[in-house]
């Protein structure tokens, strides 16, 4: 995997270009002097770290003076060493400043600093293996060329969770899946301790057509959902399936979905509301009753008063003694 340098126009897209990296699995350090590429590659490489991507820009013009000989240096210990500079349209990188209300690094009139800054940046635009124009270029068409150029792809993943609803849904999900309408084991007197990991319980579940009709209008409607997210760009998503306790028939389905949908980099993250506790059986042996007290001073005292305060009503009118 290639070290990669990015570099480019201030409002070029070096931002976004940095974000698709670290996305997928890049260890980013940015606005790093070139002296210092060498050191930034010795200590990755020392921990292991096989992606990595500094950017240089204007922000470090007091620096760039070292920029060919550090580059040399390291262009002699990594053959892979890659540089991508970033450019766009004058009136482009107005538009987007205008957006963004940032200060140019330069810190003259914006037009001023634009073609100051293209003479600064040209020794490192002459050393780019790849030079990208942004001016048409969406954040998201930008980040996808830029993981087609490098060869990677999204890190997506699907998670999934069971819970149950009378402990209240989760919170922190992107879609959340109601399963009551299967089977409940909790009604039978075999399955009511067991949970939807296991496989009798998973069979009670899905015991009929209906249920399997209904699992894979489930199973399909998942498959779209994170299929359009990763589409999307994005590089999770969490799909939270929910029946009223949380022990059976949500566990087995979000298991079931697990296997079925494997290609979408699936994990299973937790059944939050299953019991962790091994079920009752009637063979354990019930706690021993703990014996009856003796009766302290203070209650003989208690009894003593209450009965000599009633002897002292004497007995009530029509009462027989």
Request: aromatic share 6%.
């Amino acid at each position: 995997m290639p070290f990669v340098v990015v570099s480019g126009l201030s409002g070029s897209g070096k931002s976004t270009v940095l974000r698709a990296l670290e996305d997928a699995g890049f260890f980013i350090t940015d606005n790093l002097p070139p002296e210092l590429w060498g050191t930034l590659h010795d200590l990755a490489q020392a921990r292991g770290l096989t992606r990595v991507a500094v950017s240089t820009d204007a922000r470090t013009r007091e620096f760039l003076g070292a920029l060919s000989d550090s580059y040399a240096r390291l262009a002699r210990r990594r053959e892979d060493l890659r540089v991508l500079f970033l450019e766009a349209t004058d009136d482009v990188l107005l538009k987007r400043y205008n957006l963004t209300r940032r200060e140019h690094p330069l810190g003259d009139t914006l037009m001023v600093d634009f073609a100051r800054e293209r003479d600064l940046l040209a020794p490192l635009r002459a050393m780019a293996d790849t030079v990208i124009d942004t001016t048409s270029l969406s954040a998201k068409e930008l980040g996808d060329r830029v993981l087609r150029l490098f060869r990677l792809e999204h890190d997506f993943h699907l998670r999934l969770l069971s819970f149950g609803f009378k402990h209240a849904p989760p919170r922190d999900v992107d879609l959340v899946l109601d399963v009551r309408s299967l089977p409940n084991p909790h009604y039978e007197p075999d399955l009511r301790d067991r949970t939807g990991l296991e496989q009798d319980v998973a069979r009670y579940v899905f015991q009929d057509q209906a249920g399997e009709d209904f699992y894979a209008g489930l199973r399909d409607f998942v498959r779209l959902s994170a299929e359009r997210a990763r589409a999307s760009g994005r590089h999770g998503y969490t799909v939270a399936v929910g029946c009223t306790g949380g022990q059976h028939r949500s566990v087995a389905v979000a298991t079931r979905l697990a296997g079925d949908l494997r290609d979408l980099n699936v994990d299973v993250t937790e059944h939050r509301d299953m019991p962790l506790v091994p079920r009752a059986s009637a063979d354990l042996p019930r706690p021993a009753e703990a014996p009856a007290s003796e009766p302290t001073h203070l209650d003989a005292r208690k009894a003593a008063a209450q009965k000599a305060q009633a002897g002292a009503k004497g007995p009530k009118v029509g009462d027989r003694g």
